[in-house]
């Protein structure tokens, strides 16, 4: 089976509930536009949604060249030239801004901010103009993630049942570029309030290999969801954390979009309680006031693990969430 690449623009599209699989059924026209049937298309026999492998962002030969300025200098393959990179990624802040960001050093609370200020002389022009691809599916993930959250806010949800697919690996990537970025500009802090560090056991080489040319992540890494409860949260848009290990170093990042959590783990130790969570194949959100679902899946190379079920409930919109059994 060859699954076909998913068109972004567009997302998400209504669906058809489905009583077996979460999402459409696989019996129904694929979302991704194909006018296939699903099952030949985007969708494997177990359920589960599948996307082809996203290219390395870098196939050519490396540069030879390192800006010391540059966090991926450890490649050796930077271009002389330093430019403002935006670790966030600046199609999606430009969208929201002005913004509300919590959890970032240079200020207490949550603060409402413009994009420019997320910006920092980190990144050679060669690394930053590779990872667009990366930043455009944030921008997506964004945008669909608060889209369902204004539906949940709304009764009657004013758009019914509707299905988004993106590829994990990219999303997860994203993450690992956002937190790398963020820690090198010197923007990720402990509750104490001190600046957080990537961990010593991680070579800066790996991590230029796994972001740009496709190196498959080290067991324990990736993007993990938990159950725990959740809450709608007034203000803030995004929301930014670390996770410390016993060295004090960062194990792990948190970012929050509105009341959806995404955590990238540089390697958990067991007990953060968090691998039975890595690679959910969906986030799967239903109201308790309505029928109504709303679902955001992701596909991996590997089989993922079970989605994850958040519920709107009364309240106070408060959003309670565990495994979906289906």
């Known amino acids: 089976m060859v699954t076909r690449l998913v068109p972004l623009h567009g997302w998400p599209k ?39 492998r996203p290219k390395p962002l870098l196939t050519d030969e490396p540069s ?99 299905f988004a697919l993106f590829d994990g690996e990219t999303v997860e990537r994203w993450l690992l570029k956002v937190f790398w970025g963020c820690v090198t500009s010197g923007n990720v802090k402990n509750p104490d309030g001190a600046l957080i560090e990537l961990p010593d056991s991680i070579p800066a080489e790996e991590l230029t290999q796994v972001l740009f040319r496709g190196q498959l992540l080290p067991d324990g890494w990736g993007l993990y969801m938990t159950t725990a409860a959740l809450l709608f949260r007034p203000t803030a848009e995004i929301d930014l954390s670390g996770i410390t290990g016993p060295d004090g170093k960062l194990a792990a990042g948190e970012l929050a979009i509105g009341p959806f959590v995404l955590r990238f783990s540089f390697g958990l130790p067991p007990e953060f309680g968090l691998r039975r969570n890595r690679h959910p194949q969906a986030i799967f959100i239903r109201s308790e006031v309505s029928d109504v679902q709303k679902v955001f899946a992701m596909g991996w190379q590997d089989s993922g693990n079970r989605p994850i079920i958040l519920s709107r409930v009364l309240d106070e919109g408060n959003v309670t969430s565990g495994p979906l059994d289906v």
């Open 14 to 52: 209504p669906f058809r509930p489905s009583t077996q699989h979460w999402g459409p059924s696989r019996d129904d026209v694929c979302p991704c536009g194909s006018g296939r049937r699903a099952r030949s298309c985007h969708v494997a026999q177990d359920g589960r949604w599948l996307t082809p």
């Open 64 to 162: 030879g060249f390192s800006h010391p300025r540059c966090y991926a200098r450890a490649s050796k393959d930077c271009s002389s030239k330093l430019t403002s990179e935006h670790w966030l990624s600046s199609n999606l802040l430009r969208e929201l801004e002005p913004l509300t960001v919590g959890g970032l050093r240079w200020h207490d609370g949550e603060s409402t901010i413009r994009a420019k200020a997320l910006g920092s002389n980190i990144l050679c022009d060669r690394h930053n103009r590779a990872l667009s691809p990366l930043d455009d599916a944030a921008g997506e993930v964004f945008r669909v993630l608060r889209h369902f959250q204004a539906d949940l806010r709304t009764t009657p949800d004013p758009h019914g049942p509707e």
